[in-house]
């Protein structure tokens, strides 16, 4: 039983078939990969790296041509693909927006993705659109609410979604809580995934003074279908205490590297994808990065560990 109980039977036994199909079905390779960049089409293609998968931003995407799905299709042929969403505003008051799902439906169906997710925030209101990912409140208002978003995204797709840890600076008065326990419960009720991002979960313990590693600890790591490392900025807020900006935009910090260490010691290999959406350094970079990743993952690895790029006959 979860930890806040289960008062929907139905919606658990119906959540246990989502969580029974994405075990089973087509999974990312236990391995590393990178964001795909615009900036880095043609050096794929020309070198064809060793690496486990790509990731795209979906909303990228969302069109029916040019140079971005020329190249996307080209390289889908060889590599496995992670298609990661940043506009379904999983944590919105408003119903999800079923134009974007249909979109999403269709993108799916073009690349076959072996993982989808998404971020446990919000980004509209109404007619609004934030170019952010903003937090919830922790109480069981939201709890049904980012439930029933996560039920409708799942049956509108037909496959499993992984659910990502947020990076957050502040926290509402109202939460009666913890970001885990909810974590937590939403996953028992809907048969989601996890998306472990490491980098997220140190954020915003350093913000908000919690330790990071107990609050990995206390996720539902049997749930992690993928996990995410990147960079983070370092500011200050108004009264001097440190302050952790998740930038995407420099390399992967030593605190963060330890804590997937242990992650990897306990959990054993998984997809990671390292993300870098700002200051995008040359494809040789992010590939050191993947295979310091790698370098983490134990060896005693199933069959799986070594897929990912197909060499051509």
Same mark, same amino acid.
């Given at each position: 039983m979860s930890r806040l109980g289960d008062r929907q039977g139905g919606r658990a036994q119906h959540a246990g078939a989502w969580a029974r199909q994405g075990r089973a079905g087509d999974e990312l390779p236990a391995r590393a990969g990178i964001g795909l960049k615009p900036e880095h089409f043609r050096a794929v293609l020309d070198s064809r790296p060793e690496l486990g998968f790509f990731e795209v931003h979906a909303e990228n995407y969302m069109v029916d041509g040019g140079p971005f799905h020329h190249y996307l299709g080209r390289i889908r042929e060889d590599y496995p693909l992670s298609l990661h969403g940043v506009g379904l505003s999983i944590g919105g008051e408003a119903?999800?927006? &079923?134009?974007?799902?249909d979109r999403l439906a269709a993108l799916i169906r073009r690349?076959?993705? +072996?993982?989808?997710?998404?971020?446990?925030?919000?980004?509209?209101?109404g007619e609004v659109f934030f170019n952010d990912l903003l937090p919830v409140p922790y109480d069981r208002v939201t709890l049904?609410?980012?439930? =029933?978003?996560?039920?409708?995204?799942? &049956?509108?797709?037909?496959r499993r979604m992984l659910l990502e840890n947020p990076s957050t600076y502040v926290e509402f008065e109202a939460s009666n809580i913890d970001e885990t326990d909810f974590l937590c419960e939403v996953i028992h009720r809907t048969g989601c995934g996890l998306l472990l991002d490491v980098n997220n979960a140190y954020v915003s313990c350093v913000n908000h003074g919690r330790d990071a590693a +107990?609050?990995?600890? +206390?996720?539902?790591?049997?749930?992690?279908?993928?996990?995410?490392?990147?960079?983070? +900025?370092r500011d200050q807020d108004a009264a001097g205490a440190p302050l952790l900006i998740d930038s995407h935009g420099s390399p992967v910090d030593d605190a963060v590297w330890g804590l997937y260490a242990a992650v990897m010691a306990r959990l054993g290999p998984k997809p990671?994808?390292? &993300?870098?959406? =700002?200051?995008?350094p040359a494809l040789a970079i992010l590939l050191a990065e993947a295979r310091c990743a790698e370098d983490l993952m134990p060896r005693s690895a199933g069959p799986e560990y070594g897929d990912g790029v197909r060499s051509r006959p």
């Open positions: 119903p999800l927006d &079923e134009a974007h799902l690349y076959q993705p +072996a993982s989808f997710s998404e971020h446990l925030a919000w980004s509209s209101h049904a609410r980012v439930c =029933n978003h996560v039920d409708r995204v799942q &049956e509108r797709l037909q +107990a609050y990995i600890d +206390a996720l539902p790591l049997e749930a992690v279908g993928q996990i995410h490392l990147a960079g983070f +900025a990671t994808l390292l &993300e870098r959406d =700002n200051d995008v």
